[in-house]
Structures are given as structure tokens and as C-alpha cells.
């Protein structure tokens, strides 16, 4: 390799590297800011906002993971395969691996539970916040187990798309910890999310009629409820389900579109923070707004 392929090789290694790492922690700092505002404002008692809170202080925790993987970027391009970084391993790389895989879990479940309730409540009109303990308790629990898995096997490796990941030789394994369940869950949320825009919309449609049978109020109350919160699974699917299938195409073809990964994954946790922030300021400013009209009455 010549010395200027092998510089033109380091900058931009370099350079993905410096973006990856700016872009996710940028979205740290937007995270913390909205959780701040909950507590600030006292908000974590109402379920609402702690369910939006469960999934801004998720995205934080991968997005710091995310941050953290800068530190073992392999810039030494003259160990390449095909042209690609070598992947090499490390035990603080296996850490970050093994957070990484559980920060992703840990979001993917908190945006399935949060799909749930939400389609509980749309659908049902049951409010399922009796088992929310339930929700943090399997959202907390069984991404440590998946992401135990790799460390047992010694499978975290800092792979080609430069990330502290299962190995991209490891097919079967990434495909079984990661790919299959999260396309399963994606598709069974995406599901639940359709039959809820769909019951929602012929409710409205139907607005009259559940007026005369006296739930008008239950529908609004309802909608008041769910639309804050169903942002979040859509943030999800936009930014995740491109994620995913490029993680079927990296572990399939073995080529790696680092790119991509890092863009969405960083937009994910940047937007699920500034919709917190949006929904915060939004809700203060219509609740002042009804002080000062019921003043002017």
C-alpha cells in the first residue's frame, strides 16, 4: 500500500470516526437536557412523561456507548483486510461491546413496551400503568442476559464499520442476539401501531356517535394521552429499521456502510430528546395559556 493510499485510508477513518462520535455526542447533551426538564418541572410523577422519559434516558445510554467506541477506533491501516481495518479485540472493547448490545436491547424493549401500552389505550381504553414496573424490570434485565451472550463466546470484536460489536464473521450469532428479534419485534410494533392510527381515525371519524353514547370525552382524553407518546416507537422505526437491514447486508456481504449506522443512530437519540423537550414546552405553554384565560374570565 502506498503512503498515500494509506493516509487517504487514515483520514478518513479519521474523520468518520470524529463524526460519529460529535453526532452522538451531541445527541448525549440534547438527552440530558430533556431529562433535566422532567425532573426540573416535577413531571416524572405523571406516567406519560416517565415513559417518554424511559426512552430519552435509553437513547442516552447508547448514544454515550456510542461516544465511548472512539477510544478504540483501529487506525492502523497498514494491517487491512481487502482494504477494510483489520478487527482486533480488546477487554475495554468487549465492555463497550457488551453496552452497546445492552443499551440497544434495553431501547428496542422500551419502545416495544411503550408500543403496547399505547395500543392497550388506544384500542381498549385500558391504561396499563399498574405494570410499568414490569416494563423497566424486562427492559433492564434481559438486555443484560443477550449482551452477556457475545462475552461468553469472546465475540466482541471492533469490527470493519468500526464499532465494538459482535463480529461480523459471527453470523449466526448476530443474526440470532440481534437481527431476527428486532425485526420481529419492529414488525409486531409496526403492526400494533397501524391498528391503533386505524381505530383512532374511525373513532374521529365516528366522533358524533361516541359523543351521543357519552364517551366523547373518553376519546379525547385518549387522544391527549397517546399522541405525545406515539411519536417515540415512529422515531424508532424511522431510525432503527434502515439500521437493522443494513446490519442484515454487513452480515451477509461482509461490506460494511458505516455511514448510514452512524447518521441514524445518532439522529435516534437526538430526535427522542428534542420531542421531549418540544412536548415539555408545549404542555407548559397551553397550561399557561388556560391560567391566564380563566384569569381574564
Not at 493516509?7 to 433535566?36: H, R
Not at 451472550?149 to 466482541?156: G, N
Not at 410494533?189 to 386505524?198: C, E, K, L
Not at 420531542?275 to 374570565?297: C, D, E, G, P, S
Request: hydrophobic letters at 50%.
Amino acid at each position: 500500500m502506498s503512503n498515500s493510499s494509506t493516509k487517504g485510508k487514515a483520514d478518513d477513518f479519521v474523520s468518520l470516526a470524529a463524526f460519529f462520535c460529535a453526532a452522538n455526542g451531541v445527541s448525549v447533551l440534547v438527552c440530558f437536557a430533556a431529562a433535566y426538564m422532567v425532573f426540573r418541572f416535577e413531571l416524572h410523577t405523571k406516567v406519560v412523561y416517565r415513559l417518554a422519559l424511559y426512552q430519552v434516558l435509553s437513547a442516552m445510554a447508547f448514544s454515550t456507548t456510542e461516544v465511548l467506541e472512539i477510544v478504540f477506533v483501529n487506525l492502523d491501516v497498514n494491517t487491512t483486510t481487502n482494504g477494510q481495518a483489520k478487527p482486533y479485540t480488546s477487554g475495554g472493547c468487549s465492555a463497550v461491546g457488551w453496552f452497546v448490545v445492552y443499551t440497544q436491547w434495553m431501547k428496542l424493549l422500551f419502545t416495544m413496551w411503550v408500543t403496547f401500552h399505547l395500543f392497550s389505550y388506544a384500542v381498549f381504553y385500558k391504561n396499563l400503568k399498574k405494570i410499568e414496573v414490569l416494563y423497566v424490570v424486562t427492559s433492564l434485565l434481559v438486555p443484560a442476559v443477550i449482551a452477556c451472550v457475545p462475552l461468553i463466546t469472546h465475540s466482541y470484536v471492533l469490527s470493519r464499520s468500526l464499532r465494538c460489536y459482535i463480529a461480523y464473521f459471527e453470523q449466526a450469532e448476530r443474526i440470532a442476539l440481534w437481527v431476527v428479534p428486532a425485526m420481529v419485534i419492529l414488525l409486531a410494533s409496526s403492526v400494533a401501531m397501524s391498528v391503533m392510527v386505524i381505530t383512532l381515525t374511525l373513532r374521529a371519524c365516528s366522533r358524533t356517535r361516541y359523543e351521543t353514547l357519552g364517551k366523547g370525552n373518553q376519546f379525547g382524553k385518549a387522544l391527549k394521552y397517546i399522541l405525545p407518546l406515539a411519536a417515540y416507537p415512529a422515531i424508532f422505526f424511522v431510525f432503527v429499521i434502515p439500521v437493522v437491514f443494513m446490519d442484515v447486508y454487513e452480515t451477509i456481504a461482509g461490506e460494511v456502510r458505516s455511514i448510514l449506522n452512524s447518521i441514524c443512530t445518532s439522529l435516534w437519540s437526538l430526535t427522542s430528546g428534542l420531542t421531549l423537550i418540544i412536548h415539555i414546552y408545549v404542555a407548559r405553554r397551553m397550561a399557561k395559556n388556560r391560567k391566564i384565560a380563566m384569569r381574564m374570565q
